[in-house]
Structures are given as structure tokens and as C-alpha cells.
């Protein structure tokens, strides 16, 4: 579902996941963002990448070292309106890649 406009374009963040930026759904197809992705994170055309439906939303909140901020935060739930649904796409982690057997 598209959503009233919003400012967000697309930006990285910072987390657990690598190389994660997010895309905004209104100003960019999947195709466009995966290509945008691997040109900002200065990739390779053939870098693999996971590509998921999730949001982004202005509002306060504490960063990985304790600091308030007011900023653009990834969520993977929807918060109505409030929420820019985006293409989060990161590099996925070597259990993910294609063809990879997990040991056990």
C-alpha cells in the first residue's frame, strides 16, 4: 500500500545487518534499488543481496550507544501512516547465500 509522500528517499543504517539501506517504495522499483544499493555500497553487478518489504518512520528514540535521536529508524512493522514503506536491502550473511549449506 503507497502511502501519502513523504521527504525519505533512501538512506544507510547502521545495525546488526550488513550494509543495510532502505528505499522508498513510491520513488523506486525493486529493480531500481538493488541497483542503487550495490552502487552506493560500491558493489560488484553481481553482488548477491536480500531485498524484503519493510518501514521507515521519523520519530525519537536511543541509538546503539544510549543517545536520544530524532531520525529515520527501519521497522518491519507498519505503523499506518506514520510509516514509508521501503525496500530494506542488505547483504545477506553466508548462511543465506544461495546454494550455501548450513553445518550441523
Same mark, same amino acid.
Given at each position: 500500500?503507497?502511502?501519502?509522500? &513523504?521527504?525519505?528517499?533512501?538512506?544507510?543504517?547502521?545495525? +546488526? %545487518?550488513?550494509?543495510?539501506?532502505?528505499? *522508498?517504495?513510491?520513488?523506486?522499483?525493486? +529493480?531500481? =534499488?538493488?541497483?542503487? $544499493? !550495490?552502487?552506493?555500497? =560500491?558493489?560488484? *553487478? *553481481?553482488?548477491?543481496?536480500? =531485498?524484503?518489504? =519493510?518501514?521507515?518512520?521519523?520519530?525519537?528514540?536511543?541509538?546503539?550507544?544510549?543517545?536520544?535521536?530524532?531520525? $529515520? $529508524?527501519? +521497522?518491519?512493522?507498519? %505503523?499506518? *501512516?506514520? &510509516? /514509508?514503506?521501503?525496500? &530494506?536491502? !542488505?547483504?545477506?550473511?553466508?548462511?543465506?547465500?544461495?546454494?550455501?549449506?548450513?553445518? /550441523?
Amino acid at each position: 500500500m503507497i502511502k501519502g509522500k &513523504s521527504t525519505f528517499d533512501y538512506d544507510y543504517f547502521p545495525t +546488526e %545487518y550488513i550494509g543495510l539501506m532502505c528505499f *522508498n517504495k513510491q520513488r523506486y522499483t525493486e +529493480e531500481q =534499488a538493488i541497483e542503487l $544499493w !550495490r552502487r552506493e555500497m =560500491a558493489y560488484k *553487478n *553481481n553482488e548477491p543481496c536480500l =531485498a524484503e518489504d =519493510a518501514f521507515v518512520r521519523y520519530r525519537y528514540g536511543t541509538d546503539e550507544e544510549g543517545e536520544p535521536r530524532s531520525c $529515520w $529508524w527501519h +521497522e518491519w512493522e507498519d %505503523y499506518g *501512516n506514520r &510509516s /514509508v514503506p521501503v525496500w &530494506s536491502i !542488505r547483504s545477506p550473511y553466508s548462511w543465506e547465500k544461495e546454494g550455501s549449506v548450513e553445518e /550441523v
